[in-house]
């Protein structure tokens, strides 16, 4: 799978059924394993972001399917380190 084919999939928590966007950017070990996928942050209401990016860790990853990634993420996603 290429990363052009895993951002165009949907990230959905299995826990609360929560859409958390599509993956936007990854966080890779030094010899190149995926530690992380990155979503964009949810939009304020006042339509900025509110920090970096959400984290999902590799091991929360359940299944890839043709459209979607599934997660299970009890506690919900946490927002990446802004110094990241």
Do not use: H
Request: glycine share 12%; with cysteine.
């Amino acid at each position: 799978m290429t990363y052009a084919q895993l951002k165009q999939k949907e990230i959905i928590n299995t826990c609360d059924g929560a859409r958390l966007g599509n993956v936007c950017d990854l966080d890779l070990s030094p010899d190149g394993r995926i530690l992380a996928l990155i979503t964009p942050a949810p939009f304020s209401f006042a339509g900025l972001f509110k920090g970096e990016g959400v984290v999902i860790p590799w091991g929360a990853v359940v299944m890839m399917g043709e459209d979607v990634i599934l997660v299970n993420l009890p506690g919900g996603p946490r927002e990446s380190d802004p110094k990241m």
